[in-house]
Structures are given as C-alpha cells and as structure tokens.
C-alpha cells in the first residue's frame, strides 16, 4: 500500500506500507492491504506504518482525517 502522512507544514512520512494503524475517534483501528474505500476523523496519539520490509516509524498526531482508496492511504493530520 502507498502512504502518505501530511501535516499543514510538511509531508513526514511518503512509501510503501504493509500495516497502518491509526487512533481513531473511537479507539485504534488498522489498515491492510486491499481494505475497503473510507474516510475517518482521527484523535490524538500515535500512526504506526510497518513498512514492506517489516521495520515499523511511529508518528504523534494531534487528530486529522483519513483518506484510504484502491490501496493509497493519505492522513492529513494535526
């Protein structure tokens, strides 16, 4: 899957991912590949991106949106 993490003053984190988990309104949730088209409102805490070759970043968010469809995932967060 293609991920992009973009804040209003940077893009911090553009590649491939096998496993994005993301704190959710309502609790954590993940994505894998092949996961269905949705939009979501994100809370604060922590992105978790295992990339392809199975090292994970973490990235502190203070909330944002999340775009998923036909394997991209874009998170504008805060």
């Given at each position: 899957?293609?991920?992009?993490?973009?804040?209003?003053?940077?893009?911090?984190?553009?590649?491939?991912?096998?496993?994005?988990?993301?704190?959710?309104?309502?609790?954590?949730?993940?994505?894998?590949?092949n996961?269905?088209?949705?939009?979501?409102?994100?809370?604060?805490?922590?992105?978790?991106?295992?990339?392809?070759?199975?090292?994970f970043?973490?990235?502190?968010?203070?909330?944002?949106?999340?775009?998923?469809?036909?394997?991209?995932?874009?998170?504008?967060?805060?």
């Open positions: 899957m293609n991920v992009e993490i973009i804040t209003p003053d940077k893009n911090i984190f553009k590649g491939e991912a096998s496993l994005v988990q993301l704190p959710g309104a309502d609790g954590l949730f993940e994505i894998l590949h996961h269905a088209p949705m939009i979501a409102a994100l809370g604060k805490g922590k992105v978790k991106v295992k990339k392809t070759d199975n090292s970043d973490y990235f502190d968010i203070d909330g944002g949106v999340l775009e998923v469809k036909n394997n991209k995932i874009l998170v504008l967060a805060e």
